[in-house]
């Protein structure tokens, strides 16, 4: 659909950030070799405020597994709590 986007060395890190931020965030599953999506954590996701998706994408794309991802996810929160919310950053 997107042939560019995952194209070439950029777009193989980028495919890495976005399978690390669905696993991390236990939003898809791995079985029989075929990906399944946990339909219950996406609408749990689609509930929560901005701020707080945007930490856990940042805090899932930075840990290194997803025991860590509490840990980054916690500190994204206070991070962008810092910023004015007038601004950009």
Known sequence: MFPT???????????HICTAVLTNLNL????D???HLIREKWNKLSTLTEDLRYA???GAA???SS???SDMI???RVSIKCFPRTGQY
């Open 74 to 76: 916690a500190f994204f």
């Open 67 to 69: 025991e860590e991802t």
């Open 56 to 58: 856990m994408y940042y």
């Open 5 to 15: 986007v995952f194209s070439g060395e950029d777009g193989l890190k980028r495919f």
């Open 62 to 64: 930075l840990a290194q």
């Open 28 to 31: 898809i599953t791995s079985r």
């Open 33 to 35: 070799g075929l990906i």
